[in-house]
């Protein structure tokens, strides 16, 4: 009895250390991403004083802080995205770059948190449930939402083949007009931008679905509008989107869309198309126009062929897309493939697009190609080569049509001793834009670049990494005829296992501008990196810009030869999350 009671015991334990192996553990807290702060300080010394020849480029002191964790506890998942400077008032920001105008109206808490260059957003998910709060760039299309940020909230969810998104968020701020500058500063009125899209997909295989977009000034928010204040707007888009692809590589997309559009939100009258409800009332400023794009082909490992055309109304509009060309049809042939026992590859693009496509007899044409051709000759020479055509015509009659060409070829030589291989690189390439308008004399710039550079490894060296380039540029225009030459070298040291890594680099230009005097140029750059931690790292850059000028600037004799010393310095602290 006594044994079988021990028996007893004993399989029981055992069948207890069996279960407790095979019952999974509760999942542990992780965190991953970066974290940091970082410090950007300018200087600018410029002689003679009293005249500006050479205006600030940069803010004397700035500061951003980004703090961009995702932490993970099984199936939740919340990355944060913290990247903001505390000051209120951006260099370069919205309104266009005025914020650092004395007298200019400083942003508010509000205006500063919701400005898209603050990137402050969290994406807490769960499965296939996804929270957006915060500063978002969404693109559920190409005809709808648009390449423009906003700060709101909003939900991506994705359970089984459903798709359910939707997003509202302010994009532009209102900012009161200011009356102190030249031109006139007319103001800008808030923005929101609201989104929303149901669908089904498989990934990998197909999608189909629609996209519901409406952009909304607050007529409002500015208190005082004036003459050269713009129209408070109102856009709503509707598209209808679908993709498909198979295993055999075939693939096919269309997306189809209507706009419904009102310049003015404050004109009266009846207008020419019928209220949108529930999303738009319109007025005698409102229009409506479509869009569509299409494309299939089939791509598979060595080559792919594929067509595509694209086609905007004239009064095609979206709040998201701002400057979008609209009135024009274009259609193209794509294609991609291996020759020559794989060892040149082919990407190319050809097709035409018509600009004005609305008004009969004044339509514009141009030639869409794009071909980049890559060739590995042997184990030491290859050559790239590519072809650029590209151009743009405005909507209206009295507006601009300008076509660019741009030709490049880049062979590379390698070659290996028993002590260091070498590589020696020629790019050249040759550029021609044409601008042509109504009213105007047409304007041409022919450029042409050659840059030379080698680059040594050394096998018993292999911690330094020096490189050596030369440049020659010239620009010759409808106006003047620019000559620049530069030759640079730089070094990097970074040494196996070692908590310091080293660079610098030094660089010198001669500029000559027309039958003026040339201007010199020297530019050096010194930094490193300390890995304090395995996780912590510190940064420092510094550079100095020292320029003269011959004598192109006026007036004269007091700018001849006049010269700034530019200076820079940048350190940083970044933490990296994680093992």
Known sequence: MRNIILLIVIITISYQRILAQQKPSPPKVSITGTAGVTYEG????????????YPPRRPWNLVRFNFQPIISYGNFKLP????????????????FGLGNLPGFPKQTFKQWITNPINSIGFNPSYKWAEVQLGTQYLKYSDLSTGDVGAFGYGFNLKPGNLRLKFFSGINQQAFEPFLTVSPVFGGLYKRRITMGQIGFEQEDKYFVGFNLVKGHDNFNSILAPITATPNAAENFIVSFNAKIKNAKGWYGQTEIATTHSTKNTQATGI??????????????SSFRDHALQGGFGRKIKDWELGVSTKWLGAGYRSMGYPFIQNDRLEYAVNTRFNAFKKKTNVVANLGQRFGNWSVVGSRTKQIIANVNVFTQFNDHLSVNANYNNFGFQSASLLGIKNVGNDLGINPSYTWTSTKMSNLLSLTYNWSKYD??????????NNTHTAMLLYVPTFFNKSDFSPDFSVMYFKNISSILTLNLFSASTGLAWNKPKSKIGLK??????????????????LMATVGGDYKITKNLSWNLSMTGNLNKYGNELMPQPQLLGAKYLESSLSTSLQYRFGK
Request: proline letters at 11%.
């Open 42 to 53: 300018y200087g600018l010394n410029a002689k003679p004083s009293g005249y500006n020849f």
């Open 80 to 95: 944060i995205n913290l990247n903001f400077s505390p000051m209120r008032t951006n260099f370069s920001a919205a309104p």
């Open 271 to 284: 207008g020419l198309i019928p209220d949108y409800k529930p999303f738009m009332k319109t007025n005698v």
């Open 435 to 444: 601008e042509t308008t109504l009213l105007l004399p047409p304007t041409t």
């Open 504 to 521: 610098g680099q030094l660089l010198y230009n001669i500029t000559s501008i027309g039958a003026f005097t040339p201007s010199n140029n």
